[in-house]
């Protein structure tokens, strides 16, 4: 009898220690949790181990401990239906809740590229099409955000917009990002690269920074090859200094894009628009940028190569985006003629390509 009555005692303990343990394991699995990071995004690597998961979510404080989850899933065996992804997780939420997440594999990012040399326009075109609103807000309405120019006003208080200060790069944008976090997102990019002592440098050659901004948003569009990007610094400089029009056929575009014009093709009558912006009938540098610029186009504008070069024309020789230079016009003319004979071959040879398919 006593031994049935231990056993009796044993069997009672095991049943109470199992409730108990039942009871813990329901409250926390079930228990919600409040952490500080609903608003932003948890990216699990492709790769990681359950318990790396785990570890991770616990260091963020979306769960109060690993132990409720791991006995969890080794029991009911949910650890291989967890994916890699970017989660927003919501506050408060339960454990059983993350799990759920987790199951997904969800992508809370938008990968958006501003390529080098896009304008106001592209960039707002873009933002349009990948971060649709509700209500719609359309391009011009994403144009108008980049009037304020609070957010550059020390570096360029004459700015009228935020073109050229919208940093060309890849950026991770939540997928319900309003327009204008994003054009903040890309103007602090921006404001990490410049260096205060630009400003400094700028005005010891004469220029406003917002100009050194202008002049690197030409350079941007006239050349890709880095070593390059000094010499056209300097050739701006030569043509300023003597008051010739600098004849960027970008600044063009960049007035048909304005006009909303804009098809692909600069036009007799783009060329002979009455802009301040038409660098090809008028002498000086345009009012502001034409594009967005890089690092490497702003240090090029701040260290312009001397040089006695005027001109310059495509290198067809190599065909890689170089150019030749000159100094007269003569010489000019006639790497021009050359470019445009090749120019004409390779029409031709595109046309032929296209009536063979």
Avoid: C
């Amino acid at each position: 009898m006593k031994v049935l009555k231990i056993i009796a005692a044993v069997s009672a303990l095991m049943i109470l220690a199992a409730a108990a343990s039942g009871y813990w394991l329901y409250s926390s699995l079930n228990t919600a949790v409040q952490h500080g990071k609903a608003e932003e995004i948890i990216a699990i690597e492709k790769g990681s181990s359950p318990p790396q998961i785990l570890s991770r979510l616990a260091s963020e404080g979306i769960i109060e401990t690993e132990l409720p989850l791991k006995v969890y899933l080794r029991t009911f065996g949910d650890a291989a239906k967890m994916q890699a992804g970017e989660y927003q997780f919501k506050s408060p939420i339960t454990p059983l809740e993350v799990i759920e997440e987790l199951k997904k594999g969800e992508t809370q990012t938008i990968k958006l590229t501003i390529p080098e040399g896009f304008t106001r326009f592209d960039i707002a075109k873009r933002i349009a099409v990948m971060f649709p609103q509700e209500p719609a807000v359309d391009e011009q309405q994403i144009l108008a955000m980049m009037d304020d120019t609070s957010l550059i006003r020390d570096i360029a208080p004459t700015a009228k917009n935020l073109e050229g200060y919208m940093y060309p790069s890849t950026y991770m944008i939540p997928k319900k990002a309003a327009p204008q976090d994003i054009i903040r997102t890309t103007v602090e990019q921006f404001r990490r690269f410049w260096r205060p002592e630009w400003s400094e440098m700028a005005r010891s050659l004469g220029r406003t920074p917002h100009e050194i901004v202008t002049i690197a948003s030409l350079i941007e569009t006239e050349t890709g090859v880095e070593h390059e990007r000094p010499i056209v610094a300097g050739i701006i400089n030569n043509r300023l200094a003597r008051n010739i029009p600098l004849g960027i056929d970008q600044t063009n575009v960049y007035i048909a894009k304005m006009l909303g014009k804009w098809d692909g093709t600069i036009h007799k009558s783009d060329l002979e628009v009455n802009s301040p912006y038409n660098t090809r009938t008028k002498a000086g540098l345009p009012p502001g940028p034409i594009s967005s610029v890089t690092e490497s186009s702003i240090r090029a504008a701040l260290n312009p190569q001397p040089n006695d070069y005027l001109y310059y024309v495509r290198n067809v020789d190599l065909n890689d985006g170089s150019h030749w230079f000159y100094a007269s016009a003569a010489e000019f003319e006639s790497g021009k003629a050359r470019y445009q004979r090749w120019l004409e071959q390779e029409r031709r040879a595109e046309a032929n390509r296209a009536n063979q398919q």
